[in-house]
């Protein structure tokens, strides 16, 4: 089955390098929220697939970090949506930074 | 004794349930739960200086199958700074937000970062350390909102997205340790990690996150405008505790259980970093039109002084030698927190006096309010490192160890940082200075202006007259924790 | 931004990935036994839950849990320290009403089947406590402003539940001599069921209360 985890844990640094790639290539704050969470989900795919142990039961300890990891990941992208929602009422980023 | 662990975390936890349940007693509950915290961090004190380092395992698995909890000489040490810091913080909020709003708003999520932060320093897993930086990131996030304004808001968007990008690259470094180990307790990690290409990455990766987290240079952009757009009393955790923290979990990985994995060479280069940080951070303080972003880029510098440690601390074997220079290392960092702590308050009562903290607009000051320019002169000592604050001992060290290693090219940030930090921390002490007539009364509000002004005195006369009891903790003590 | 400079971007992202894999694919060939898989299967029978996921979530690994909860709670004390939400939706046509009135109970069985079930088989709070915040959801797209939960003080109890559960929990244990989350064996089934539903409770109510975006209209402001 060596292959197969090898594929799989193969999609999850690659899934994991595009986010990381359309959060620093995009200005808007959505899709950087949502490259944040693709590379998430590339993180917890590498941990799915380092879970599988051949013939013996899978790993449990992975698929638990995965399932904590989501709870987290969920908590941050509700805060700054709504945190992206209000700057965008309140009429965007201001033009003078700092 | 060791229950003092989990408790350091729960109690702080069960004071933002209390506050989040009645936001209308949130001040009283929170000031309870403030207190509470910090006297169990004091019996943990206690704990740890009477009985040497402390661990526990949570739910009474051990390792590799529990979490643990540790408590050695350095983390105990910045959880004390931090349990100062923060009951000054807590007892200065209750005066700084007038409305009651506003209070139940601040209470729980300001507990829950106090959580955070206990957690992490007291932290023992790669895994749980990546929940508590969430915890950290979100509830700080949050906080730096509080100020309402479309800057504010904006920055913490930034501080926000920053943080998770952070977390993201820490996970992966986490997922691969967990690949080619098979278990997250650092205190086995340390007995089996062994150099290789694989522990290389994720030491990388694991850096990298955390310095986001940090504001290690070049990763510090979005600190400035986080900090100097937060409600003062956030301003203060978030400078004094936060990054502190991040900063530590990343010399605790390089200098314990990573230790055998790293090389001269990243070592160095984290110097390197820490030093740009230090002249860069400096050279904008010096530059800033205001006086809480004046806090915030020395911020920026602070955090770089404690890098440059590393590589002088890398190659060292354990013996007094190291041992001294931890304690110098510990001893900057308390400095820094308690000091920037103390200016970050002092601030905001310039702010919400004369409505502004523009420095050029910052005249007769010191007539208005004595107390608070004290606080910020006594804060600046700290922060140039000047006799007798606990930094000035600290820089010391380094530069006696920078030369006994031959490593003198270290000297040179040192210097200019500390030039520089004398240059802005005059720029405003002379302008809050410029005003005749003999000041009235030293102290115009007490709850809001004597924390800042304690936490200044700890800085400068505590610390530095008291260093010698910092060395007896860490020698009590295994050091690397 | 320019071309250049995706381009670079894109060209050391394709070098980090490079790198990423070629350090991961040898060590999925070479890494060795996992101890702690093996420890937890093995410990499983102490813990009184069939399923090995949910033993590592509330007994092993709870401390994570407990901090993963509070996370939770911080998102919502944030989303809600920010005021009142942006109005509700329009009220649903009939036929959405009539579909919410189906899916919306059922939505809440399956989340209590889920709950129960994660005991032994693949399920337990989180995916439980999701179903129940779909719930939510689902309600205030038909137009409810308050997504189906109750009002602001009752809200605040039910996103506290999670890590009140699990505090409380610890700290009797504490008290009583334990290791904090040290349940002994003949609890703790009933000890992780307890705080599971409490959990699930919790999960559900938060992840509709942060999908309002706000704190709770008609609350005390």
Known sequence: MIPLQALYGSAGVVLFVLGLWSFLVHAPLLRKLIAINIMGSGVF?????????????????????????????????????????????????????? | M???????????????????????????????????????????????????????????????????????????LLLAMTALVALAISVHAGDYFRDRIQLGHFWPLWLLLWA??????????????????????????????????????????????????????????????????????????????TAGAAEATALALLTLGLAFKAALFPLHFWLPPTHANAPAPVSAALSALVGKVAAWLILLLWLGPFATVTAPAGATLLGLLGACGVVWGS???????????????????????????????????????????????????????????????AAGQVQQHAGHDRISD??????????????????????????????????????????????????????????????????????????????QRFVNQGRAELPGLVLAVIAVVGLGLAAGGLWGLLEAVEVER | ????????????????????????LPLLATRPESALAKAALAARPLTGVGNPVTA????????????????????????????????????????????????????????????????????????????????????????????GLPAEPWQRLLASLGVGAFVIVGLVLLGLGRDFLDYPSAWAKWLILVIESAATLAIGATLAAAYVGGRPPGGTR
């Open chain 2, 283 to 345: 050279w904008r303080a010096l530059r800033a039109e205001r006086l809480k972003l004046l806090a915030a880029h020395s911020t920026v510098a602070q955090i770089g002084y404690l890098f440059i440690f590393v590589p002088l601390l890398q190659g060292l074997a354990p013996g007094s030698e190291r041992t001294t220079l931890i304690g110098a290392l510990l001893l900057m960092a308390l400095t820094h927190g308690f000091a920037k702590a103390a200016f970050f308050l």
């Open chain 3, 56 to 147: 590592v979530l509330l007994d092993y690994r709870a401390y994570d849990t407990l901090l993963e909860l509070a996370v939770l709670l911080a998102a919502l004390l944030g989303i809600w320290s920010l005021g009142p939400p942006t109005p509700a939706y329009q009220r649903a046509g009939a036929a959405l009403r009539a579909m919410i009135a189906w899916v919306v109970p059922l939505l809440v069985l399956a989340g209590g089947y889920l709950l129960w079930a994660g005991g032994q088989v693949p399920g337990g709070a989180f995916q439980g406590g999701a179903l129940l915040g779909a719930a939510g959801v689902v309600l205030r797209l038909g137009g409810d402003p308050h997504a």
């Open chain 2, 116 to 193: 955070a932060l206990n957690a992490l320093l007291l932290a023992a897993d790669l895994f749980n350390i990546y929940v508590g930086l969430e915890l950290l990131g979100l509830a700080g996030a949050a906080l730096a909102a509080l100020g309402g304004s479309r800057a504010a808001l904006s920055a913490s968007l930034r501080y926000l997205l920053v943080g998770l990008l952070g977390s993201m690259t820490y996970l992966l470094g986490v997922a691969l340790i967990y690949t080619a180990y098979g278990q997250l307790d650092l205190g086995l990690l340390a007995t089996q990690l």
């Open chain 2, 2 to 76: 060791s229950a003092s662990l989990p408790l350091a975390v729960s109690l702080p936890l069960l004071g933002a349930l209390a506050t989040t349940l009645a936001p209308r007693r949130a001040r009283t509950l929170g000031l309870i739960a403030a207190l509470a915290s910090s006297a169990v961090v004091a019996w943990l004190v206690v704990a740890v200086w009477t009985q040497g380092a402390l661990r526990v395992d949570l739910g009474g698995w051990s390792a590799p199958l529990g979490i643990g909890l540790e408590a050695g000489g350095a983390n105990t």
């Open chain 3, 1 to 24: 931004m320019n071309g250049r400079l995706r381009l670079l971007i894109a060209l050391l992202a394709a070098v980090l990935g490079a790198a990423l894999l070629w350090v991961f």
């Open chain 2, 362 to 439: 910052l005249g007769g000051t010191a007539q208005r309010l004595p107390a608070t320019t004290f606080t910020l002169g006594l804060a600046g000592v700290a922060l140039i490192g000047l006799p007798p604050s606990g930094s000035f001992i600290g820089k010391w060290l380094l530069l006696e160890a920078a030369i006994a290693q031959g490593q003198w090219w270290w000297i040179a940030p040192l210097l200019a940082g500390t030039l520089l930090a004398a240059a802005y921390v005059f720029r405003v002490l002379a302008r809050a200075f410029n005003l005749e007539p003999t000041p």
């Open chain 1, 45 to 98: 795919h590498l941990l799915i697939a380092i879970a599988e142990r051949g013939t013996e039961p899978p790993d449990p300890v992975p698929h638990a970090l995965v399932l904590t990891g989501i709870v987290v990941a969920v908590s941050a992208t509700a805060l700054a949506l709504v945190f992206s929602r209000r700057l965008e009422d309140a009429g965007g980023p201001p033009e003078d930074e700092c």
